[in-house]
C-alpha cells in the first residue's frame, strides 16, 4: 500500500516534491522519483514519484518507481498482486530472472513479457498503477477491478504548455500549483443526491477519477480511457444444488482469504462480529498454523444509541473473539468529533460520511500493532446483504396497483410518518418513511430512491439561483441508468448488484475505507472482492443470495460450518458513529456556526431559509435528515479546508 503522484510537464521535478508531501500519509518507508528523457519538442518529461508503505520484500530492493530490467519500463505502484508468486514462477519459466521478492518486480516482468494491457488479465489483486514506456513514450494509467485503490487525473493548460497529472489522491494534484481548486456543479449535484459523486466525477472542477477496471493512455497530448475487464450477471449456471454452492463460497473464501494473509509485516482483521468479519477471522485462524488472530473492533457508547435503537455490535464481536481465541482489541467511540471532522474531511476530500468516522478510528488504533487488516467489507455487495434489497422485493408487490392511485397513497403515507424522533420505535419508522417515499415508482427509480438523500425537488428548493444556473439540467443518475441499462438481461436482484458495484461500492464504500486506512498509514484488504470470489457469486443464481426476507443466505450457510448459527443468523447493525447523538450534542454549535444565516448566505450556494429548515426539521424529529445536515456541515469544512485558502 503506497501513494502515486506524477506528471507530464516541462520541468516537472519542481513540482514533484509538493504533491509527494501531500500524500506523505500514505506511505512513510521511503520516497522516490524517477524522470524520463525528453517527450517532444516543447521539452515536457514524465516524471513518477513514489511514497512507500513496505509490505511486501521490506528491504531496500523494493524502492520505486522501479525500471525493468531492459529499462524500456518504469513503474509507480499502489497496491498488492496476490498471486504474484505464482506470476514470478511462470515468468522465470519463460527465461525472465528476478533480484527481489517484491510484486512489483513481477508485474515489471510482465509488462515486458505481454505488455502492459496483456498483463492485466493475470493480476489478482488491488491496484492503481502509472508505467511509463520510454520506448514508445506512452504513459498507461490502470485501476483495479472493483476500484479497491484511487487514481486521480487532470489535464492542464498553462503559460508553459499542457500538463498531464495524476495521484493517489485529488490534494497531490492540487500541490502541483499546475491545478486550481474550484467547485465543480455537476460533482457537488452528485454529492448532494448520494452523499458521494460517481466516477469519473468529483468535488473538484478539471479533477477526475478513473472509473474502476478501466485503463487510461497518454500519448502525443492525447488521452484515450477504456474498460478492462467487466463482471457479467447473465450467465447464471442452473443446476446445481444449495450444498454444492455452499462449498463452493466457502473453498473459494478459505482460498482467497490465504492469498491476501500474504505480507512481510504484522497482520490482523476487523471484527464486528458480524457474519462477513466473523468469517474471515475464523479463516484467518485456520489458514494461520496456529497463530493468535490480532482483531480490532469499534463499539458505541449505550448513550449515543437512543436515536438509533440498533443492538450493539460489541458483545457479538467479543464472543467471536473468545470463541477464535482471538488477540481482541476493542474501542468505544468517544472521539473530539468537532476537532476529528475538519481532520477528517482533509483526508476524504469531500463530505464526511458517518462510517468515516468509525473506520478512521478503528484503523487508528489498529495501526498501533499491525501494518495490514483484512475487512469484511464488499460482503453485502457480492451477496446481497442491504435491507434496501429486501426493500425491493417487498416494493414489488405494490406493482400491480396502477400508478395513479399508488403514487399519491405512499406520498401520504410518509408525510404522516415522523422521521428521528428517540424511542423504541425509531429505526422502524425511519425505514418505513424511506421505504414509502420511493415503494410506488418504477423498478429503476425505485432502488435509486432508497439511496437518495436529496432529491431532485429538494436540491431545487436549496439551490440559490446561481447555483441552479450552474447545475442546469444535469441529471444526477445517468451513470447509473447507464448501468442499468447494461445490465438489463440480468435478473432483478442481479442488476440492483451489478449497478451497486459501479457506483456505491466503489465511490462510497471502497473510497472511504482507503481514505481512512491510508489517513492512519494503514493497509486494509478486502477479500470478499477478490476477483475469484466476485466471478462465482455473479454465476450463482439469485435466489441462493436473497432467499425471502433472508439476506446473504448462501454466505450465511456456508458460514455454519465455521461458526455458531446464532451469530451467523443474528440480526447486524450497521457499521456507523452516532450521528443522530452528536448533532444534538457536541457537534450542535458547530452547526450553528458553519450553518448559520450568515456563513450560508456568505458561501453563496444554497437558500438560508432551506438550510435552517433542513436543519430544525432534524432537529425536532420531524424529519431524519441527519446524514444530510452532515453533509452540508462538512461540505462548507469541504469549502475552508481546499476553495478558501
Known sequence: MCGIAGLISVNPEARIGAMLRAIEHRGRDDEGVWSSAGVDAEGRRACLGHRRLAIIDTSSAGHQPMLSTEGRFSLTFNGEIYNYRELRRGLEGRGHEFRTDTD??????????????????????????????????????????????PLFYAETATEAGPSFLFASEAKAILASGLVRAELDPEGLNQQLTFLWT?????????????????????????????????????????????????????ETLERVVGMEMVADVPLGSFLSGGVDSSVITAL???????????????????????YDIIPSDVPWARRVGELLDADYHETMLRPDVAKLLPMLVRHLEMPVIDMAISSYLVSQEAR??????????????????????????????????????????????AGALPGGRPG????????????????????????MGFGTYFNDEAKQALYTDETRAAVGGADAYYLHRRYFARARRAAPLN??????????????NLDYTDRTSMAATLEVRVPFLNRELVELAARMPPGLKLRGLRRKYILKRAAESLLPREVVWRRKAGFGAPIRAWLRGPLRPLVDDLLSEEAVRSRGLFRPAEVRRVVEANLSGREDYNLQVLQLLTLEMWHREFLDG
Open 424 to 447: 423504541r420505535l425509531t429505526a422502524p419508522l425511519r425505514n418505513a418513511k424511506k421505504f414509502a417515499r420511493s415503494a410506488a415508482l418504477d423498478f429503476e427509480s425505485r432502488y
Open 198 to 250: 460517481p466516477d469519473p466525477h468529483t468535488l473538484f472542477r478539471r479533477i477526475q477519477r478513473l472509473p474502476p477496471a478501466h485503463v487510461l493512455v497518454w500519448r502525443d497530448g492525447e488521452t484515450r480511457v477504456r474498460e478492462w475487464w467487466d463482471v457479467s450477471f447473465d450467465e447464471i449456471e442452473e443446476g446445481r444444488g444449495e450444498e454444492w454452492w455452499r462449498e463452493r463460497v466457502l
Open 104 to 149: 512489483t518486480e513481477v508485474m515489471l516482468a510482465a509488462f515486458a513479457e505481454w505488455g502492459v494491457e496483456g498483463s492485466l488479465p493475470h493480476l489478482n489483486g488491488m491496484f492503481a498503477f502509472a508505467v511509463w514506456d520510454e520506448r514508445e513514450r506512452e504513459l498507461t494509467l490502470v485501476r483495479d477491478r472493483l476500484g479497491i485503490k
Open 495 to 508: 442488476r440492483l448488484l451489478y449497478v451497486d458495484m459501479k457506483t456505491f461500492l466503489p465511490c462510497l
Open 284 to 306: 484467518m485462524k485456520r489458514r494461520g498454523g496456529g497463530r493468535r488472530v490480532s482483531t480490532y473492533t469499534v463499539g458505541i457508547e449505550d448513550e449515543d444509541l437512543r
Open 368 to 413: 498501533r500493532t499491525l501494518t495490514v487488516m483484512l475487512s469484511g467489507m464488499g460482503g453485502d455487495e457480492v451477496f446481497a446483504g442491504y435491507p434496501r434489497q429486501v426493500a425491493m422485493s417487498l416494493a414489488g408487490v405494490l406493482d400491480p396497483i396502477p400508478a395513479a392511485l399508488r403514487r399519491p397513497a405512499m406520498r401520504a403515507v
